[in-house]
């Protein structure tokens, strides 16, 4: 059974940073494409980034709201994956969730729907 826990949200002011993380237990975490989506209050839940590959190559996806700002990692070793965010606005309020799936051909990486395992979420609330 894969299990994914999120943790390192909070309470901070715009302008700051904050990095949450993303364990995962079960499974092979490295053949995994593993994503982040984020969900505000009465609004839809939305991509943010993700890991994935080109062909063989791995390469980032970032929603235009991420780009430039937040940074996803991984780190085989500790099956976590990470989501640095900096220059954080009160917009980017919301329960950050992690999502993971195991690789396979032609996955659209920015689709709710192409990731078979979640985390429970964890806020993120940033104050003006």
């Known amino acids: 059974q894969v299990q994914l826990v999120e943790s390192g949200g909070g309470l901070v002011q715009a302008g700051d940073s904050l990095r949450l993380s993303c364990a995962v237990s079960?499974?092979?975490?490295?053949?995994?494409?593993m994503g982040w989506f984020r969900q505000a209050p009465g609004k839809e839940r939305e991509f943010v980034t993700a890991f994935g590959w080109t062909g063989v190559a791995p390469r980032t996806y970032y929603a235009d709201s991420a780009k430039g700002r937040f940074t996803i990692s991984r780190d085989n070793a500790k099956n976590t994956v990470y989501l640095q965010m900096n220059s954080l606005k009160p917009e980017d309020t919301a329960v950050y969730y992690c999502?993971?799936?195991?690789?396979?051909?032609?996955?659209?990486?920015?689709?709710?729907?192409?990731?078979?395992?979640w985390g429970q979420g964890t806020q993120v609330t940033v104050s003006s």
């Open positions: 079960g499974g092979t975490f490295s053949s995994y494409a």
């Open positions: 999502a993971g799936a195991p690789r396979k051909l032609g996955m659209d990486y920015r689709a709710k729907y192409e990731y078979d395992y």
